[in-house]
């Protein structure tokens, strides 16, 4: 299964990385690689717990991105 990693520099030089696919999924890391890494094993184990929870994913949802504008 392919997902998409969303990676942020933050100010303090540290990357926050997310997978838009499976919410929780967030971590961090020095580098951009690192959080990379943090993110791959921070899937896994979320998909893991689901799992042994018995919690299914709909694999198959589409997901739909639209740009918000607040007042």
Known sequence: MEYTAIIKET??????AQCEQIPGALTQGKTSKEAIENLKEAIVLILEAEK???IRRNEDKRIIRRELVTV
Do not use: P, V
């Open 11 to 16: 100010d303090s030089g540290w990357y926050i």
């Open 52 to 54: 042994d929870h018995g």
